[in-house]
């Protein structure tokens, strides 16, 4: 018997284990069940009413016997598997599946009756079906009492298509779980609800326990317990401390266990090695939320790391979530709330702005700049280590919340980089979202020539919608900008002011960035005009249907009050139908009297936005722009491509074989699995010699190409790797013995080919980014674009709207379309091509990369000259399948 467990043991599928966040916002954690589970079923038994066990057995079921609940806790998890939900140690929920045939299994699940509605048994159903997947079942079946409609209710609304059928006065359903553009959908929106709303508890605490706040009053947790104090919170406020009654006249017990009432957040500032024993008061207490400010944990190696996955696995199995370690805090200005649970005593106004923050060192300071550029908030997370709590959550969060306008986000690292892009798309729809992204990043694209420094990530974030700054001043700009004036309609930019020099500054650094001179302007008003005159020319600016957008470009007249001049700005600003901003120079104070709203701390929409220096105003502005257009563009979709996914799959899996390192695929396996996917290649023989190289002319017959069979002479005509046109089989030996000698002594051969008709050469690649998965890759063939690192990228899958974009976005784009009287070539099935690639690697795990090395694009269609693919063992894709933390 030992050995049969040790084996199971041995076999116990680890990977689907997994930390999910409720519909209430809790945690909980899903796991397949061991033998030794025995007694947490039966105790779970125990807490079921008789309803809820006749609803699951349609029978009263009173006591499960000693062979059922072996045939429930051994499983192969194969053919059989069961998954338990459970939370504070304690099972709340199983589901399970068995094997009827080849194809098909049955399902079925229980929740415990104080956990039911909770939407426990549809992150199941998620989990079950991706499981399922994994060992070949690809239908679910299932049998409910007419009933018990909550649990049809749970199979009919995940987005699968569901076959219903009445016999012997019980429902039976039947329906194949391959995802589907609706399952997907309602997965996700099941995911942004149950993350927002994990946050919102987070932000809105009806009690606070400060722990490790002490008499020093230089102490950590005493300054945040005196900023949640002076900042007026309205909940209930508690200090944490062993001894003392009372800290900062906050009344103090020495445990959260020891508080009468619930307590819905904690802030923890203890050392390091008291961390975990706290967070097992907290689970204790059924705290809601924790942050940890205290330091001492990942950023000190590998120890450190251990300590802090061991307090978030405390933390989620109890419930909650966690917010650091070595993080500044959070922050709500919702006055039902008024939460400074941070170590900045002083914190902008109330605003519409969300703010994220990986560092807590530099989130002081960024608090600060905010507050002093009258950036209202609505919300603030230094998220320090990101151990749990991550921009992501924040960005589910503000998608939905009626307070926020804004997001803005400080990046150090990437966590789930492709699970950002895809939600930072969904958010920026509506919202705007600016991230300032620290340079500090390893890149699967930086080999390809995109990377930081070749623009692949600017491009991967554009195609997200997000608007990407350089600097922390840039940060503000764009925000000041997004925060208080509305998106503008074009390029188009009316500049009024009162200096001509201030007015051509203005001109060319518009159409450096991109942005053009609206008809008629810059308008320069001279020196001596009145605030009057400024008012009118500012009401025609912002009237006149030539213009997208008004900049105002003022230098001070020496002895002359800018008071009226700002009075004029604001007031404008404040009805303007398109964005007005200004860059005053040297005119201390003026900015301030721009912004709209009770006071210089409080600005509110329409308030004037001014800048250091015209050429930021400008950047700010043309970043909105582009971020304007994205948004009116239509969203695009996936399309529905005819491939053969399972054949490809198994065809990678097969030229993989048992290798562990990344394997290039043989020529015939390539082309399979490209096939599969609706993508031909052009044929090609690789040839040892000249009478091989001869023979396969011969085969195909004359014109032919002979190229080097290595990567780097294949594709090079100037350096003598590829010879065209060759109509003879003694031009082909020639051509053999030349290449030969090019390539040396180690040369693999030539490859020879009929040839095809003349084109434009691209190059189509996928690579697996280490941040954001699959990615695309399009750019023109030649030495020169090459050089200059003229690639374009988006990650996969691509929409139809990402493949248009993307076969246009090169610099040397308009060669496709028709420069200098050249016909245009078949764009369509360039968009086509580079959708089937990136299907290819975002579907099939095993691709590691795909290069597509010449495309050779026509005005009646494409030919793929070459293609090579590496293969690798599949990769984690932490935003792949059943949701998960």
């Not at 917010?323 to 005593?345: E, F, K, M, Q, W």
């Amino acid at each position: 018997m030992a050995a049969a467990t040790d084996q199971r043991d041995h076999d116990y599928p680890e990977h689907r284990v997994a930390d999910v966040v409720l519909t209430d916002g809790s945690t909980a954690r899903i796991r397949p069940i061991r033998e030794s589970d025995g007694p947490a079923i039966l105790d779970l038994h125990s807490r079921m009413s008789e309803r809820t066990r006749y609803l699951r057995y349609f029978t009263a079921y009173p006591r499960i016997s000693d062979r059922d609940l072996a045939h429930f806790t051994i499983v192969d998890h194969h053919d059989r598997e069961a998954l338990v939900a459970s939370l504070g140690g304690q099972f709340i929920a199983v589901g399970r599946y068995e094997r009827i045939d080849t194809e098909s299994a049955e399902v079925a699940f229980v929740v415990a009756d104080a956990h039911q509605g909770r939407g426990i048994s549809s992150v199941l159903l998620e989990h079950l079906a991706q499981a399922a997947r994994e060992e070949g079942i690809s239908r679910f079946e299932a049998e409910v009492l007419p009933e018990n409609r909550q649990m049809a209710r749970v199979f009919s609304q995940a987005g699968y298509s569901v076959k219903r059928e009445i016999a012997h006065e019980v429902l039976h359903l039947t329906f194949a779980i391959a995802p589907t553009p609706r399952s997907l959908e309602v997965l996700r929106d099941r995911e942004q609800a149950t993350e927002a709303t994990s946050i919102a508890r987070l932000l809105s605490p009806r009690s606070v326990a400060v722990i490790g706040a002490g008499r020093a009053v230089d102490s950590i947790g005493r300054a945040v317990l005196v900023n949640l104090r002076e900042g007026g919170f309205t909940g209930d406020l508690h200090a944490i401390h062993p001894t003392e009654p009372e800290v900062a006249g906050v009344p103090a017990v020495p445990s959260v266990l020891d508080l009468a009432g619930p307590l819905d957040l904690a802030v923890v500032a203890v050392p390091a090695k008291e961390v975990p024993q706290v967070v097992r008061d907290c689970v204790g207490k059924s705290v809601r939320g924790i942050v940890i400010v205290s330091s001492g944990f990942a950023e000190t190696g590998p120890d450190g790391q251990r300590a802090e996955r061991e307090i978030v696995r405390l933390a989620r199995s109890g419930g909650a979530r966690v917010v650091g370690p070595n993080a500044l805090g959070i922050l709500s200005t919702d006055p039902a709330v008024r939460l400074n649970a941070t170590l900045a005593p002083r914190v902008p106004a109330p605003g519409r702005v969300g703010f994220f923050s990986q560092s807590g060192a530099l989130g002081i300071a960024l608090l600060d700049q905010a507050r002093s550029l009258g950036i209202g908030l609505s919300s603030f997370v230094s998220a320090g280590n990101r151990s749990d709590v991550s921009g992501n959550d924040l960005l589910q969060f503000w998608q939905s919340d009626p307070a926020t306008d804004v997001v803005l986000l400080y990046l150090e690292t990437f966590g789930n980089a492709r699970k950002f892009a895809r939600v930072a798309r969904r958010v920026a729809r509506s919202k705007p979202v600016v991230v300032l992204k620290s340079r500090g990043r390893s890149s699967g694209l930086a080999g390809t020539g995109a990377g930081p420094a070749g623009g692949g990530l600017e491009a991967l974030f554009e195609a997200s919608g997000v608007i990407r700054v350089d600097r922390l001043d840039e940060l503000f700009d764009v925000a000041q900008l997004a925060a208080h004036q509305p998106l503008p309609a074009g390029r188009r930019v009316a500049i009024v002011g009162n200096s001509s020099a201030l007015g051509i500054l203005a001109a060319e650094a518009c159409q450096a960035a991109g942005l053009q001179v609206a008809t008629g302007y810059p308008a320069d008003l001279g020196p001596s005009a009145t605030p009057r005159e400024f008012s009118a020319a500012l009401g025609a600016a912002v009237a006149d249907p030539r213009a997208d957008a008004v900049l105002i470009v003022f230098s001070p007249v020496s002895g002359v009050a800018g008071t009226g001049y700002a009075e004029a700005i604001r007031a404008a600003g404040e009805s303007s139908p398109v964005p007005v901003l200004s860059s005053f120079l040297a005119a201390t104070g003026i900015p301030e009297l721009l912004r709209s709203g009770a006071g210089p701390g409080s600005p509110g929409r329409g308030s004037v936005p001014s800048y250091r220096s015209v050429e930021a105003a400008v950047r700010a502005l043309a970043r909105i722009a582009r971020y304007a257009e994205w948004r009116r563009e239509p969203p695009g979709e996936l399309p529905q491509l005819s491939a053969d996914r399972d054949a490809a799959a198994a065809l990678a899996e097969r030229a993989l074989g048992e290798s562990d390192q990344v394997t290039e695929a043989a020529t015939v396996d390539v082309h399979a699995i490209l096939g599969a996917y609706g993508i031909s290649v052009w044929p090609e023989s690789l040839c040892a010699g000249e009478a091989e190289a001869v023979a396969a002319a011969e085969s195909y017959g004359y014109p032919v190409v002979v190229k080097a069979a290595e990567g780097l002479l294949r594709h090079r005509v100037d350096l003598g790797g590829v010879r065209l046109g060759l109509g003879s089989a003694r031009a082909v030996a020639a051509a053999v013995r030349d290449i030969a000698h090019l390539q040396g002594p180690g040369g693999r051969g030539v490859l020879v080919q009929p040839m095809a008709p003349p084109g434009v050469a691209c190059v189509v690649e996928v690579t697996q980014d280490s941040a954001f998965g699959a990615v695309v890759g399009f750019v023109l063939a030649g030495v020169a674009t090459d050089l200059l690192g003229d690639w374009a990228w988006l990650a996969a899958p691509l929409t139809d709207r990402d493949a248009h974009e993307l076969v246009r976005a090169p610099l040397a784009a308009p060669l496709l379309f028709g420069h200098r009287g050249a016909q245009p070539a078949d764009a369509a099935r360039l968009e086509d091509l580079v959708l089937r690639a990136g299907a290819l690697a975002d579907e099939i795990p095993q691709i590691h990369g795909l290069s597509l090395n010449p495309v050779l694009a026509t005005a009646t269609g494409l030919t793929v000259l070459h293609a090579s693919i590496r293969l690798a063992p599949p990769a984690p894709r932490p935003d792949a399948g059943a949701r998960r933390l």
